[in-house]
């Protein structure tokens, strides 16, 4: 599990592809200190494996399903990559929930200047923007963000200063590509709302719509 909060901005330094995967190699040696093989390591939000390191860089194996659902495949020697090592016992749950498993790929649509703010405007797909709600968590890139702004096509995050300079999203254009992941929370929600299954035995499930009979059942 991560929390969106980015510890470092990592270098890649070599994709190479094969027919449905591919093996990754990012330089971070911030991160790398206390580095054991099998660490999870969020790639611009992208849950990844190491599989081995130096003190200044790590290697990862990318599936095809990773490929498929974010931009991992698209990056290339030199890009900039956000890095996050999984949460510790430990540690401050600064940001959220973040399991690094991408639900799809958006589109930076208007990058805005707000006094010391920027607004980035995301499009996403439907299936991705059902899961958001206004002042609600988002992952972009691996970063823990707040929906500001949402409309049927599009949602946007207002950026302080400090997040920008500390990811990479001061390297980002309009109409480049990023990886979201929404709050995990909602998921959980949706599915339950809405799943019809086939045990007869359980209590009836709802049809996926909030209605007066299914609050006064659940004891509102």
């Known amino acids: 599990m991560f929390t969106g909060i980015v510890e470092a901005v990592g270098t890649v330094k070599m994709l190479k592809r094969g027919a449905n995967s591919a093996i990754i190699t990012i330089e971070a040696p911030q991160i790398l200190g206390d580095a054991h093989m099998g660490d999870s390591i969020a790639v611009n939000g992208v849950c990844l494996t190491v599989t081995s390191f130096t003190n200044k860089t790590f290697d990862a194996d990318i599936m095809h399903e990773t490929l498929d659902r974010s931009d991992l495949g698209s990056l290339r020697a030199g890009s900039k990559v956000n890095v996050e090592r999984a949460m510790a016992v430990n540690g401050r749950f600064g940001g959220h929930i973040v399991s690094g498993h991408i639900d799809g790929v958006g589109k930076i649509a208007r990058i805005e200047t707000d006094d010391n703010a920027v607004w980035f405007t995301i499009a996403a797909p439907q299936h991705i ?79 996926g719509e909030i209605t007066k009979e299914f609050l006064l059942m659940n004891g509102f």
């Open 129 to 207: 923007l059902r899961q958001i709600i206004l002042k609600g968590s988002i992952a972009i890139d691996g970063i823990s963000l707040t929906v500001a702004r949402l409309t049927d096509s599009t949602f946007s995050v207002s950026v302080i200063p400090h997040t920008r300079a500390e990811t990479n999203l001061v390297t980002k254009h309009v109409g480049d590509e990023v990886n979201l992941e929404t709050d995990v929370i909602g998921k959980y929600v949706e599915r339950l709302l809405s799943f019809e299954g086939a045990d007869r035995s359980s209590p009836p499930q709802p049809s």
